[in-house]
């Protein structure tokens, strides 16, 4: 079981991340709907993993990505974004970003993601969403 952090700044995707991540069977310790609040949240909360938003207002996920990870290296980070934003999910793995999900969230995407994640967490590898690669 893990504990999860939730970022993005629509309610709603919050809420549907919350309710896939109760039925795959991990926690939701908190959720924050901008990069600053998932920063703050991060160094309070020690979240396994966190669901990042890429797209959010006052700072973007790619900087909260590389922000958290100055001070939190093994936090696992996926990012939830929309197509037509491939240069964007490069950089946030490059900031180190474990992998990434395509908008519209499925609890079949994100378990995959998590899977992907925690099945190869000690290889160096990017995992991807299959949707994005043609």
């Known amino acids: 079981m893990l504990n999860i952090l939730v970022v993005d700044d629509s309610l709603i995707i919050r809420k549907n991340l919350k309710k896939y991540i109760a039925s795959l069977g991990h926690n939701v310790i ?23 938003d890429i797209t959010m207002p006052d700072m973007d ?6 922000k958290i990870k100055e ?21 946030s793995l490059k900031m180190g970003a474990k992998g990434y999900i395509l908008k519209p969230v499925s609890e ?26 043609d």
């Open 30 to 52: 908190g959720e924050a709907k901008t990069g600053a609040q998932a920063i703050e949240a991060c160094k309070t909360l020690k979240p396994d993993l966190i669901t990042m």
């Open 61 to 66: 996920g790619i900087a909260a990505v590389e």
């Open 71 to 91: 001070f939190d290296d093994n936090v696992n980070i996926v990012m939830i974004t929309s197509h037509g934003q491939e240069e964007m999910i490069v950089s």
């Open 108 to 133: 079949e995407k994100l378990a995959n993601a998590i899977e992907s994640i925690y099945s190869e967490e000690d290889k160096e590898a990017d995992h991807f969403d299959d949707d994005l690669i």
